[in-house]
């Protein structure tokens, strides 16, 4: 298994600047780079897999620099957007392609490209023409091809997007279970906030140029450190309110900030809990499949609060026009 870190990153063109301070996807770690597009993420799996040469800084594999290693040396496995795949040659032919090259006995190609299509689910559709196949067989076929040569590290950029919405969840799953089940480090690119919470193990999210967090998804979402993370990743409330003695307030709605001065408190609307009561005026309201988002007037600022409707205190024919208001996570940005 492999370490993967970037030190002191620097990559420039004309118009772009990316600076990496330090990165680490850890031993058989899932690590997603989330941003929106042009933010620097195929640029930097690029450097990883050796395509591209950072200008300044270092990639290290197990603690050992690589920068100068082509990509074929660097042992390294990978999938991209648009599956590449040779159209005259068979799935099965195009999984072995990699370990032809390697001149490896017969036997051993066969033995290798059956366990890759067993691991992928292909093996019905072996002696098939990529053509002849769906955009997520397709996808399969790219995956067995990476991991048939037995990697010590995934890269994977893109890999679902031109896929549709029910076989790219169900492609998800299946590439984090093959991930686990090979151990196998993952650097894995989207700009996909939902896929990348439901992949991975860590995610570092990255804003024009640079890296804004990395962190489990969980904590990313519930206690991003910037505005920037905050939205990216869902709804959000942030108030901008003034600490004293410790306590920031709005309508008789108070934050434990342990600081004074100017604050920003952040925290999802599904944080946000309501009873019947007299701090937060419903201004108006949405009724989602399942949930209700409500709209909420608390001092002068307008928040968003949203939750099951079989939790609501009351009912949604017979909502109260005020309610008191009780936050149990939130955390404070930069
Ligand atoms: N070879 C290159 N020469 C000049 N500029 C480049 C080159 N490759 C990338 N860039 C620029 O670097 C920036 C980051 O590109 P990159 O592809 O890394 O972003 P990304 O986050 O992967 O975006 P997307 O999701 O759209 O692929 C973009 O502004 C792009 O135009």
Not at 77 to 102: C, M, R, S, W
Not at 207 to 235: D, S
């Amino acid at each position: 298994m492999v370490r993967v870190e970037l030190k002191n990153i620097i990559k420039a063109w004309e118009n772009f600047r990316l600076e990496i301070g330090y990165l680490k996807a850890k031993d058989g770690e899932f690590l997603t780079l989330l941003g929106p597009s042009g933010c620097g993420k195929t640029t930097t799996l690029r450097m990883i897999a050796g395509f591209e040469k950072p200008d300044k800084g270092e990639i290290l594999f197990n603690g050992n620099i690589v920068n100068e290693l082509p990509p074929y040396e660097r042992n390294i496995g990978i999938v991209f957007q648009d599956y590449a795949l040779f159209p005259h040659l068979t799935v099965f032919d195009n999984i072995a392609f990699g370990l032809e090259i390697k001149r490896l006995p017969r036997d051993e190609i066969e033995r290798k490209v059956r366990w890759a299509l067993e691991l992928v689910g292909l093996e019905e559709l072996e002696n098939r023409y990529p053509e002849q196949l769906s955009g997520g067989q397709q996808q399969r076929v790219a995956l067995a091809r990476a991991l048939v040569i037995e990697p010590e590290v995934l890269l994977l950029d893109e890999p679902l997007s031109n896929l549709d919405a029910k076989i790219r969840e169900r492609l998800r799953s299946e590439i984090k279970r093959i991930q686990r089940e090979l151990g196998i480090t993952t650097i894995y690119v989207t700009h996909d906030q939902e896929e990348a919470m439901a992949i991975s193990d860590r995610i570092a999210v990255m804003n024009v140029g640079h890296v804004e967090q990395v962190g489990k998804p969980l904590e990313l979402y519930y206690r991003p450190k910037t505005e920037f993370v905050a939205r990216f990743l869902g709804l959000s409330n942030i108030l901008k309110l003034k600490a004293k003695d410790g306590k920031a307030c709005i309508g008789g709605l108070c934050f434990d900030v342990e600081r004074d001065g100017k604050v920003r408190v952040f925290f999802r609307p599904e944080s946000v809990y309501v009873k019947p009561g007299k701090m937060a005026e419903i201004v108006d309201y949405e009724l989602l499949p399942g949930r209700i988002r409500l709209r909420l007037k608390i001092g002068d600022e307008l928040i968003l609060a949203e939750r099951f409707l079989d939790e609501l205190p009351f009912s949604v024919e017979d909502l109260p026009e005020r309610v008191d208001v009780e936050v149990r996570s939130f955390s404070i940005l930069k």
